[in-house]
């Protein structure tokens, strides 16, 4: 289940990947990464693709970009609709991440899609599990995009260390788009208290608290994407 699929007759959905990960090259592994440059890079595009109006979502790293957008965005662009999920406030820790950031060569990476779902098994919340259990069509799939994915190691310690860096409390004030904050109570990688940390910043937001689901609370909390729908059409 990609986001397309979730959001698909709603609204025409631009998916992009940051630089260095994915599609998005950098000129070399030395290239700047910053969070503040990502957002760059997203004003970059909406304006290469000639959109003046639009609704932006971030799920976690992209929760802060997004918000680095919102609070600097040139006047010729209008954000109607901000919609922030799992993101963290401030600067993260969290111990799978930082043990994988200070390993001094990348890890060994599953060979084929049964590897990478016994991988997902060992390292993933028990709510992302629970769901794939019961839906092995979307698991072998959700496998394969993984497995065929470019995530080079040394973007991701980079992008990990800008992450580290990336304080978005003060950013946060400043947002004048009506926003919409989701976070799963049961998320092991950022906790929910980041979320209200953010609720308590941006002036015109609503805050949802979803009881169950983890990280990737679109598998656990399916009622989630209704939620997103619905805020956005309004």
């Not at 940051?18 to 090259?25: A, D, K, L, P």
């Not at 608290?209 to 939620?227: D, L, M, R, V």
Request: hydrophobic share 40%; aromatic share 10%.
């Amino acid at each position: 289940m990609c986001v397309k699929e979730l959001f698909f007759g709603l609204k025409e959905v631009i998916i992009f990947d940051n630089r260095g990960m994915g599609e998005s090259s950098v000129v070399s592994p030395y290239d700047p990464i910053s969070l503040d440059l990502m957002a760059q890079d997203t004003i970059a595009l909406i304006k290469h693709l000639g959109i003046k109006r639009f609704n932006l979502l971030g799920w976690s790293m992209g929760g802060i970009i997004s918000v680095l957008v919102a609070s600097n965005l040139p006047l010729d662009l209008e954000l109607e609709k901000l919609i922030i999920c799992a993101s963290p406030a401030q600067p993260l820790a969290t111990e799978y991440f930082e043990t994988l950031y200070n390993s001094p060569k990348p890890p060994d990476l599953p060979k084929n899609i049964q590897e990478q779902k016994d991988e997902f098994m060992k390292t993933y919340e028990k709510s992302f599990i629970d769901y794939m259990v019961e839906h092995p069509d979307i698991f072998d799939k959700y496998a394969e995009l993984q497995l065929k994915s470019n995530c080079p190691f040394e973007i991701f310690k980079r992008q990990w260390k800008a992450m580290k860096e990336t304080n978005i409390l003060s950013k946060s004030k400043t947002i004048k788009a009506s926003t919409l904050l989701i976070h799963c109570e049961d998320d092991g990688i950022v906790s929910i208290k980041e979320s209200e940390l953010l609720a308590r910043k941006i002036p015109n937001n609503k805050f949802i608290s979803i009881p169950k689901g983890g990280h990737t609370f679109w598998f656990g909390a399916p009622e989630s994407i209704t939620f997103i729908n619905e805020f956005s059409s309004i």
